[in-house]
């Protein structure tokens, strides 16, 4: 319902276009309503380009915009790097095989969280 942000640019094309974003704030202004709205930045989508470009490699410019940690291994076996567990269940880490990494989504896994610590981290493409 919108939590996962893949485009912070553009309106999810079921709820219309940017135009028709438009015409509702110009509606309501000219009723004297005011719309409030919830702007996500702590994470985005697993399908955003920011993700898609860091979990690619770990030397592309993106690489640190999320968090990213090594595996541990426990008797042979791969497993997270702690054991936090995400607000709506199951492990807070998610494995990704083209970094050997995990990256971390406190909600969940289809929404990684960005790491704010990176000073190249910004929400300017």
């Known amino acids: 319902m919108g939590y996962d942000i893949s485009n912070y640019e553009d309106v999810h094309p079921p709820y219309g276009t940017l135009a028709d974003m438009d ?33 690619s490699n770990r030397s592309n410019s993106k690489a640190d915009w999320y968090h990213w940690r090594a595996p541990k291994y426990v008797n042979g076996e791969r497993q997270p790097p702690n054991n ?5 269940g ?32 910004t929400l300017h493409t």
């Open 84 to 88: 936090w567990r995400a607000s709506f």
């Open 23 to 55: 015409r509702l704030i110009a509606g309501m202004k000219e009723r004297n309503m005011k719309l409030l709205m919830d702007l996500v930045i702590n994470h985005t989508s697993n399908q955003h380009k920011w993700f898609l470009e860091s979990k």
């Open 90 to 121: 199951g492990s807070a880490w998610s494995y990704v095989p083209e970094r050997d990494q995990y990256y971390l989504h406190i909600y969940e896994p289809q929404q990684p969280d960005l790491n704010w610590e990176s000073s190249a981290c």
